[in-house]
């Protein structure tokens, strides 16, 4: 159970760096820390007991396998996050080429 | 000196690299064609042949990369790898439905066997590697036109 | 196997090989890109309207994408809702596509635009045909991707701002559903749709199931820009180019943000009284505060940014009214609102490629020289306003009618309340922008390139015709098989596994 709870504080830890970082980057590092949680609990969600990885080769037996499925989804969300990740890095570069400035405070033209 | 010495990193990078580049391409290749029997499969494969490319670019400098790799072909792959991917699944419809693995599953455990994965495998490991590339090609090329600005 | 339900891929495949073959050849081919933008959206548009009349014939048709049986495999689920929403996506956006033609001339690299565009597309269609929970993630974040990248167009010093917020807050939007998503599979250990259903029927009501509530509210209703989490919308929405604003304000909320909340609440976890207050104190508080904000602002697309806000309200507090005729008058509403909604953003987008400015005070007795702009924006500001005869005003009539009837009295007050200012703010808009006397410095104006007003013209079209949407005989075949997956709430399940026994 502690380790769910684990999980959930690194997610918290990732949204506390989102919501009060004022640097650019480091909102997208919060946002890749959130992220790494969330997958974590994918994971985690598959673990069985004493389970072992949940690879099928030819000289073993079936025998209490860890959930494969999650396992799966945690590299499509990890692809997912990739993309956002180089997406949110590219506009923070362009945003520093228009406004000399990573901090947000200073960027903030759209308001009303 | 040659005159591929004059940009990227230091000899003993270079030397290092040129040994060890051809390495990581081939084992890239590896997991990639063993992806339905092993761990791995065309995104392993793929990021890892990118990070062969991303590995030459770091020591050598873009020039030398892009002779090896144009920006054009990086693109070409990336479509080719998606569009190829597509086809695969479209190709299913021949047996009555999309995504089917139309063709023979073969033995277990052996190199040639399920059927379209290999297949879809090597779309995938094209699309990862060529995008990933484009990805840092583009984060790279950002940075180099905001310093020619300056 | 049904041969009509052949049809469901063709709704991902087709914009997603329109995609990659204009990435792969479209930067040569000058023509391409136009050419498959209009025909393929053309294609979709028409399979959509095709797949009206199976669905009104078997309810509920299901494709198990490589015949792998469900519950293993990912399949594709057809029934009334997923045709609606497929007909107001696809319709919105074939004219969208034919508006792009002229507009984006003023980009370069016109064939990155529809690379995205169709990206965009396949997302939002993929999410309304799945029938799998994480396959309709990866969908949702296929669209939003996209649609980050497409905010950022123009890459200037607004919308990369625009972009940046909207990206950081949708992906914790995203964050939420799948937190949601793998406690939902942790708790039922299936992740198709309605298999999750069947297994949540048996296992009852728990207090986990409430906290993915939460979580699924959270990150759809951030995605729908409902009132708590709707800051990027009124950034995000007027930065992008004018057929995406369109795009995003018109279908892109609806598919990703309402179509999910309604599929998941009515149709998976199942609906419960205090679900359905959440959604109308929501959806009303969205109403309000949405035309409230819209009222002073001059920027002609951040008016209407806001009032989508306000305008998503009512659909979602027609269909968290929970009655059949609230949840027609919202979904009634969710067609409305992309068709008239789409046509403003267009016109606000004409008006910009014609004089350059989106700023209302600036503008003036544009009615002379734009004649179709104006004509048309006069229809969509009637419709939005829900003045009679135009669409918008059969369906709002309907939600405040449901409310009435379910004894809602208060909420029926704010939704006339919301009514009347969204007149008085469009009043304004036709006054400043296209009325009174024309400035001399638009004397040189022209009326916009022809596939723009042919654009504006079909969605007027719909405006003025909406409402015959619901005469019985066609309220039959459309709306109502929509309005009757919600009213059936969990019997999706059951319907969805049991076409596959049945074969």
Redesign the interface.
Known sequence: MSVYLLCLVLFCVGLYCILRKRNVIKIIVGVVIAEYAVNLFLALVAYRFEGRAP?F??DQKILNMVDALPQALV?TAI?IS?ATT?LL??IA??I??KYGTFDITKIKELKG | MSKEHESGMSVIVKTITRLTVGLIFLFGIYILVHGHV??GGG?AGGVIIALSFVHLMLAYGKEVSFKKLPRAVV??F???G??MF?GI??L?FTS??????FISKGQ??KLFSAGIIPLCNIAISLK?GAG?FA?FL??VL??FE?EKRK | ?NPASQLI?LFV?IP??GA??I??MGKKLKWLPDFTGTFLTLVLFILSLVAIKPTDLYHTLV?????WKPPIGISLVQDGLTVLMLVVVNLVVFCIALYSINYMERFTSKWKFYTLFFLMLAGMNGVIVTGDLFNLYVFLEIASVASFALVAFGTERHELEAAFKYAVMSSVGSLFVLLGIAMLYGYTGTLNMADMSVVLVHKGEGKLIAMISVFFIMGFGLKAALVPFHSWLPDAHPSAPAPISAMLSGVLIKALGVYTLCRIFFNVIGITPAILSVFMFMGALSMVVGVFLAIGQWDMKRLLAYHSISQIGYVILGIGLGTPLGILGGLFHLFNHSVFKSLLFLNSGAVEYSTGTRDLQEMGGLSQKMPVTSGTSLIASMSIAGVPPFNGFWSKLLIIIAAVQAGRYGYAFWAVLASILTLASFMKVMKYAFYGSLREKWASVIEVPVFMKLAMVILAFFCVAGGLLLVPSVQGVFLQQAQAVLVEGLQYGSRALGVIGSG
Request: glycine share 8%; hydrophobic share 60%.
């Open positions: 690879i080769s030819p590299l692809v990739l180089a890095v590219g570069m362009r520093y080429e | 092993s761990p995104f693109h070409f990336e479509s080719f998606a569009l597509l699944a479209l299913g009555g439905y999309f995504f089917i693995n277990p455990f990862v990933l990805i583009a984060l950002l940075k905001a | 196997m891929p495949v997603l090989s990659f073959l990435a792969l494709y198990s994408v490589g015949a």
